[in-house]
């Protein structure tokens, strides 16, 4: 039998496809009471709009994902007199005919904020000249990097994934609150509204988890990268037993997320990471323990 909505081949007596998660009526004569239970049901496509095949194209560029796993590169090409915006430092590569201009968005007030969010207070402009060029763009950290299509949207997003995007996408920090400021990743985040390409990076791969309406999910703070705007959050202990309990399991405070919709987690922890490698550095003030020996 052939799924009515995707196309699907199915097998016969199949309750559901697999593929699309549409619920298939019973066929004729059969009791409805009787038959198997259904599955659960399969939560509707999410909002991030990735590129299968880490490619895509936008208004006057082109783009791609390239050695896409822990050390993405995102290459842009650009037409000429096209531009893309990016986070200071974020640049790898360009081509020679690329000019590079660097400002503070939205005012001293407006660069204020990102600074005290834990950002540059400067956004870097890359735009072609006289030809088409190119620009890549990396994380400082091992990870992913995903091409997001946005399309009239609203997405929060980590001050530390937001890698590059669209000149016309509005990028504002906003105030998270004593929520976000006690679960560990400080005061501000990300606003990100509009149209275009969004790249954002991510510490490890990059997990997708979309919520029914009502559903309830509970993330480590240290592993969000991005979720939909509308979306509520709390922040909360990790063990409902008490605070005691929750710091000691090496949880501390988590983000409870209520459905509908989409959230981005990145599979590594970058405070984590590197709290596991400090007993290999050595401690300044040069007492016991491992340290460097440099001769005399």
Not at 12 to 18: E, T, V, W
Not at 89 to 116: C, I, P, Q, T
Request: glycine content about 16%; some cysteine.
């Amino acid at each position: 039998m052939i799924c009515p909505k995707c196309g699907t081949q199915l097998m016969d007596g199949a309750k559901f496809c697999g593929s699309c998660g549409l619920t298939l009526q019973p066929a004729a004569g059969v009791n409805p009471s009787s038959a198997a239970p259904l599955p659960p049901k399969v939560p509707a496509a999410g909002a991030f709009h990735f590129d299968a095949d880490g490619r895509g194209q936008g208004r006057g560029y082109t783009w791609a994902i390239e050695h896409q796993g822990a050390f993405a590169l995102a290459v842009v090409h650009l037409q000429p007199d096209q531009a893309i915006c990016a986070e200071a430092g974020a640049m790898v590569a360009m081509s020679a005919n690329v000019d590079l201009y660097s400002e503070m968005k939205g005012g001293v007030f407006g660069a204020l904020k990102r600074a005290v969010g834990g950002e540059s207070a400067f956004v870097s402009t890359f735009t072609a000249k006289g030809g088409p060029g190119e620009v890549a763009f990396a994380p400082g950290a091992p990870g992913d990097v995903a091409g997001i299509e946005m399309q009239n949207q609203t997405f929060m997003v980590q001050s530390s994934s937001y890698l590059a995007g669209d000149t016309s996408l509005v990028v504002d920090t906003k105030f998270g609150g004593a929520k976000s400021f006690f679960g560990g990743e400080g005061l501000f985040l990300l606003q990100i509204s509009g149209t275009g390409l969004l790249l954002v990076s991510s510490f490890g791969a990059i997990h997708r988890r979309t919520l029914y309406p009502g559903e309830q999910y509970v993330i480590d703070t240290g592993h969000l990268v991005a979720w939909e705007g509308h979306m509520a959050y709390n922040i909360q202990k990790a063990a409902k037993s008490g605070y005691l309990r929750s710091f000691l399991s090496g949880e501390g405070l988590v983000a409870a997320f209520t459905g509908p919709g989409e959230i981005l987690i990145q599979t590594r922890n970058l405070a984590a990471f590197a709290g596991m490698l400090k007993p290999f550095f050595p401690s300044q003030g040069g007492g016991s323990g491992i340290g460097f020996n440099f001769g005399s």
